[in-house]
T-cell receptor, first 115, second 115 residues
Framework: QQQVKQSPQSLIVQKGGISIINCAYE??????FPWYQQFPGKGPALLIA?????SEKKEGRFTISFNKSAKQFSLHIMDSQPGDSATYFC??????????????FGQGTELSVKP | EAGVAQSPRYKIIEKRQSVAFWCNPI?????LYWYQQILGQGPKLLIQ????????DSQLPKDRFSAERLKGVDSTLKIQPAKLEDSAVYLC?????????????FGSGTRLTVV
């Protein structure tokens, strides 16, 4: 069964610190790896995404690091701010026309940034 | 651009009752998804439509859940009869096509409580 495992379950970081969330996947047929941010009462919103032919992608304070051989990827949030406090989900999308668009999510990480 | 609209926002029903959720995707989005998000977990795909045809319903409990997308626009998800374990947030998402990075957008969801 296709799975994406995410850790830690919760994370507390001081303002200005670095938040790091890790994910591992089992199926090598995934070809798209997004990270989503979800605030209470809202749906997940795309934060940043990467494809497996790239080892790192940076957008502002958010960076994805991707290790294809280890089947792992991580989200780094630099200079974490209280407004970043939310639940973060990694996800993976499998290849194939009849799989197109399907997202398999990790269990989520609840991030709290203390002022 | 208007987002994905869902209604109702909240619903409380007794077990064995029926319930229906409605989703209006972003205009022009051919692909529509229903996800179930149980508290403390990541969203899980229930069903995916491409226009008004079903692409993937392998995770839909078909003995009690049904979904339709008439005319390839709005969609409804129904549960009949509901069980306690159906308590969750039901998220609708849409994308331009069955590719996850083509404007994939989630609605705010319907929170269902079965008592």
């Amino acid at each position: 069964q296709q799975q994406v495992k995410q850790s830690p379950q919760s994370l507390i970081v001081q303002k200005g610190g670095i938040s790091i969330i890790n994910c591992a996947y089992e199926n090598t047929a995934f070809d798209y790896f997004p990270w989503y941010q979800q605030f209470p009462g809202k749906g997940p919103a795309l934060l940043i995404a990467i494809r497996p032919d790239v080892s790192e992608k940076k957008e502002g304070r958010f960076t994805i690091s991707f290790n294809k051989s280890a089947k792992q990827f991580s989200l780094h949030i630099m200079d974490s701010q209280p407004g970043d406090s939310a639940t973060y989900f990694c996800a993976a999308s499998p290849q194939g026309y009849n799989q197109g668009g399907k997202l398999i999510f990790g269990q989520g990480t609840e991030l709290s940034v203390k002022p | 651009e208007a987002g994905v609209a869902q209604s109702p926002r909240y619903k409380i029903i007794e077990k064995r009752q029926s319930v229906a959720f409605w989703c209006n995707p972003i205009s022009g989005h051919a692909t529509l998804y229903w996800y179930q998000q149980i508290l403390g977990q990541g969203p899980k795909l229930l069903i995916q439509f491409q226009n008004n045809g079903v692409v993937d319903d392998s995770q839909l409990p078909k003995d009690r859940f049904s979904a339709e997308r008439l005319k390839g626009v709005d969609s409804t998800l129904k549960i009949q009869p509901a069980k306690l374990e159906d308590s969750a947030v039901y998220l609708c998402a849409s994308s331009l096509n069955a590719v996850p990075n083509y404007g994939y957008t989630f609605g705010s969801g319907t929170r269902l409580t079965v008592v």
